[in-house]
């Protein structure tokens, strides 16, 4: 048993950055607590493909009863890749602006720590894949700017989102032609996808290149081309699912991401040898 145990394959693991939950049901317990959480769904979208998941606890810094003997590059040292998923809008002081209205949710206790964490991995030369904000945020970190509302910006003249359909709401995608997204999908130029945002790149990154905009030209996906894998995607693809048989299979773009994370690990062991 134990000559068997020592012949398995490596599995990848891939760290998650949580959501934070600070005004918690009274049902749920943990009164004046915070809690860290994952959706389910994009777990399950990494795992299905043979990957281990784990969730990666926020830090937080400064007014703690403890001091944290780890940082963000003590995770980015341990994994071998990063999913940034969804979530509450990136507060605009994070690209060196002030709020141009009423504000949604935001965290800047996220923020930073992922922000972190992304250029900790960054700088590890590890995968990422972001999702949604994560894609946002990969922008924000490498010095890209945010429309912090699409339509009351003019960046687009119909809503991104729409908070009663969820994943059901979609639109088109224009892949740009002959790039890496575009090749991924055997040349596909078009295709349909969720959306759930209603804030979007303006100013692109350094390093990045537009992969993918909606038909009114909002960026829909980015990717570093300094960088093995640094990619972003504006829409859910853990929520393309069975369900939805008409939206852009998730799948490519996992294996891309898991496959990045295998050479990535690859590359690392034989420079540890």
């Not at 945010?146 to 059901?168: F, I, M, N, R, W």
């Not at 692109?204 to 996906?221: C, H, S, T």
């Not at 699912?241 to 299979?249: G, M, N, Q, T, V």
Request: proline share 5%; aromatic share 6%.
């Amino acid at each position: 048993m134990k000559g068997m145990a020592s012949s398995r394959r490596r599995t990848a693991l891939i760290g998650l950055s949580p959501r934070l939950l600070r005004s918690v049901p009274s049902e749920l317990g943990f009164r004046g607590k915070t809690l860290q959480y994952l959706e389910q769904s994009v777990a399950h979208w990494v795992m299905s493909h043979g990957a281990l998941t784990v969730m990666v606890p926020s830090l937080v810094r400064g007014g703690m009863v403890l001091e944290l003997p780890v940082d963000a590059a003590d995770f980015a040292e341990r994994l071998d890749g990063l999913v940034l998923q969804g979530g509450a809008d990136i507060h605009p002081s994070c690209y060196g602006r002030e709020p141009a209205g009423p504000m949604h949710a935001t965290d800047l206790v996220r923020d930073l720590f992922e922000l972190d964490l992304l250029r900790a991995f960054i700088a590890a030369g590890k995968p990422v894949l972001g999702i949604c904000r994560g894609m946002q945020l990969i922008n924000v970190a490498l010095g890209g700017t945010l429309h912090q509302d699409l339509v009351s910006s003019g960046a687009a003249h119909d809503p991104h989102d729409h908070p009663t359909a969820e994943e059901d709401y979609r639109h088109g995608l224009e892949l740009v032609a002959h790039g890496w997204l575009c090749g991924l999908y055997d040349g596909r130029l078009r295709a349909q996808v969720n959306s759930i945002h209603h804030q979007g790149v303006e100013r692109l990154g350094d390093g990045l290149v537009i992969e993918a905009r909606a038909p009114d030209g909002v960026v829909e996906a980015i990717r570093s081309h300094q960088h093995p894998f640094l990619v972003g995607v504006q829409w859910h693809p853990e929520f393309h699912d069975a369900r939805f048989p008409d939206l852009l299979s998730s799948e490519p773009l996992m294996l891309a991401f898991l496959a990045a994370v295998e050479a990535a690990v690859a590359s690392h062991a034989a420079g540890a040898d």
